[in-house]
Each structure stands twice: as structure tokens, then as C-alpha cells.
């Protein structure tokens, strides 16, 4: 049982430089989510995804690009990396997307923009 | 809108004596709320939820939390501490408004005592 595995777990990168993280979830949940981690803001939501080809911006989405061609699959694009993306990414899924729904989270990757 | 406060950044208890972790939330509509822990260098595990049902809410590991809507708090308590304990914790509301965004406290850093 796999669960929500993201790839790679570790990545350091230079400015302006185009990144792009994986997630893939074998649960066959419909909502995917991404999530940043950074000192004194707890996790703040980037973008969220009800289905395949269906996306939607949360908190603090600049900078940042999603796609979703595979339900099991939800890829995060920063196009030109900058120092203030440096933070842990976290991907979580959920089966619904009501209030009272559980998202399970990956493992989470620490990107370094240097 | 939704917002979550934990009131303590750190808290350190010896081993085999009580956990308190306290979180006060704010919502304008009936808000699901749920606690998440952090292991170092790992994701976040759902601890337990509360969704408009009972008050006291059991979780894993032998965590409780009671849902007191008239003090708007959701503390996380455990009767006896275990060094395995040690990690950061996450209070987290959910409202059923169609954003599909949890909001998170800035979390609460256990340290437990041998």
C-alpha cells in the first residue's frame, strides 16, 4: 500500500531555474493538494485539484504552476525559481472535499533555491 | 474566515506526566478541526477529527481532544507522555464554504523528558 509518495525528497536548485515536483497517490482520491511549510506560517495551501483537469489557486499560489492530466498524479511547476520558494512541499490528498474530509500527506520535499 | 491559534510554540512535560496542547479557532460557520503530528523529517499524520458530532473526540496513541464551542478551543490532551511523543503538533480547522483549504496553527513543538 503506497499511499501519497512524492519524488524527489531533497532537490537544490538555482534561481530562475525551472523546477517541477511529483505526486502520486494510489488511493484513487478525487481532491489533491499542495502545501508549503515554512517557519512561523505553518502549511499554507498553493493549489488544489477537485478531479483530473480541474484546478483551483489557494493561498499563495504566485509563482507556481499545476496540472493534472491523471487523477493519481499532481505535478507542481515552479517556472523560474526564487529564493523565497525555498520551504518544504508537501502533497496531501483527500477522497471528498468537504470540511470534514481527511487529507493524508506525503512525506514531504525540501527545496533549496540558491 | 477561518483562523486557528495555538497558544504555545513549545511545550516540555516529563515523561509519564500529562499533555496539554492547547488551540483556539476562529470560524463564522460550523468548522470540522482536527490535530496533525509532525515527526522530524517526515509528514503529517492525522491525529483525530472533529465533525460536528461527539465533543470528545478519541485519536491515536491515546491522544483526546474536546470540541468547546462556547470557549471556541479544541485542546489535545494525553494522560501520560511518552519520549515516542516528542514531535510538533498541528491544530487545524476546516469550513464547509466550497474553499477546500485546511488552515493551520503555527504548530506546538513537544519535548518530552526521560
Known amino acids: 500500500d503506497a499511499g501519497i509518495t512524492q519524488s524527489p525528497r531533497y532537490k537544490i536548485t538555482e534561481t530562475g531555474r525551472q523546477v517541477t515536483l511529483m505526486c502520486h497517490q494510489t488511493?484513487?482520491?478525487?481532491?489533491m493538494f499542495w502545501y508549503r511549510q515554512d517557519l512561523g506560517h505553518g502549511l499554507r495551501l498553493i493549489y488544489y485539484?477537485?478531479?483530473?483537469?480541474?484546478?483551483d489557486k489557494g493561498e499563495v499560489p504566485d509563482g507556481y504552476v499545476v496540472s493534472r492530466s491523471k487523477t493519481e498524479n499532481f505535478p507542481l511547476t515552479l517556472e523560474s525559481a526564487t529564493r523565497s520558494q525555498t520551504s518544504v512541499y508537501f502533497c496531501?490528498?483527500?477522497?471528498?472535499?468537504?470540511?470534514?474530509?481527511?487529507?493524508?500527506f506525503g512525506p514531504g520535499t525540501r527545496l533549496t533555491v540558491l | 474566515a477561518q483562523s486557528v491559534t495555538q497558544l504555545d510554540s513549545h511545550v516540555s512535560v516529563s515523561e509519564g506526566t500529562p499533555v496539554l496542547l492547547r488551540c483556539n479557532y476562529s470560524?463564522?460557520?460550523?468548522?470540522?478541526l482536527f490535530w496533525y503530528v509532525q515527526h522530524p523529517n517526515k509528514g503529517l499524520q492525522l491525529l483525530l477529527k472533529?465533525?460536528?458530532?461527539?465533543?470528545l473526540v478519541k485519536g491515536i496513541n491515546g491522544f483526546e481532544a474536546e470540541f468547546k464551542k462556547s470557549e471556541t478551543s479544541f485542546h489535545l490532551t494525553k494522560p501520560s507522555a511518552h519520549m515516542s511523543d516528542a514531535a510538533e503538533y498541528f491544530c487545524?480547522?476546516?469550513?464547509?464554504?466550497?474553499?477546500?483549504?485546511?488552515?493551520f496553527g503555527s504548530g506546538t513543538r513537544l519535548q518530552v523528558q526521560p
Open positions: 496531501a490528498s483527500s477522497l471528498g472535499g468537504g470540511s470534514g474530509d481527511t487529507q493524508y
Open positions: 488511493w484513487s482520491h478525487s481532491y
Open positions: 485539484s477537485a478531479a483530473a483537469d480541474i484546478t
Open positions: 470560524s463564522s460557520y460550523s468548522p470540522s
Open positions: 472533529y465533525t460536528s458530532a461527539a465533543t
Open positions: 487545524v480547522v476546516s469550513e464547509d464554504t466550497g474553499r477546500r483549504a485546511l488552515t
